[in-house]
């Protein structure tokens, strides 16, 4: 039986999630379940702690980075997945083929990653935004889905272009 990541520490299925109760309920779920509690078990409760156990790390770990979050959340509403649709706006392929460009610029670099986080907060907030649409109709989210795909593939596209210009560091 699938179980999200919403259910498995006990969270409200929404992009929203208060990170000081995720931790908290994090914390709680792990002491119960965790390996070293139930050492003294038999072999079928140890094996079944260390699932659990890693379930929950999942579970943890996708809440508590935006862009997975907002992937899991967009799996559970039913949209599309990042191999499913790849597309991108033509103008957001352009600026990373601009951005791309600055980027062989060993000067420009510092104030391209300031850019690229500004550009990654703002698609956050763009992201946030589109899940924040409670009650409406079923016609209307499967455009809203649309809309979030095309959001997340591009804060793939910045992100991945963040981790390269920090790892050339």
């Known amino acids: 039986m699938f179980v999200s990541a919403f259910e498995r520490l006990g969270l409200p299925a929404q992009y929203a999630v208060d990170s000081e109760l995720l931790e908290r309920l994090y914390l ?6 965790h390996p070293d509690h139930n050492a003294q078990s038999g072999s079928e409760t140890l094996a079944l702690a260390l699932s659990d156990s890693a379930a929950l790390n999942e ?3 996708v809440l508590a980075d935006p862009l997975r979050r907002a992937e899991h959340l967009l799996a559970l509403w039913g949209g599309p997945d990042a191999s499913a649709d790849k597309r ?7 600026k990373m083929l601009d ?3 600055e980027a062989e610029n060993p000067a420009a670099r510092e104030t ?3 850019r690229l986080e500004i550009e990654r907060s703002e698609l956050l907030k763009w ?5 924040a649409h409670p009650g409406e109709v079923p016609s209307d989210r499967v455009v809203r889905m649309k809309e979030i795909r095309l959001l997340l593939n591009q804060l793939r596209s910045v992100q991945g272009l963040l981790r390269e210009l920090e790892d050339s560091y």
Do not use: G, V
């Open 59 to 61: 579970a943890h770990s």
């Open 88 to 94: 991108q706006p033509p103008e957001f392929l352009e």
């Open 112 to 114: 391209l990653l300031s």
């Open 127 to 131: 992201i946030f935004e589109q899940f």
């Open 28 to 33: 709680e779920k792990s002491r119960l379940c």
């Open 99 to 101: 951005w791309r460009e």
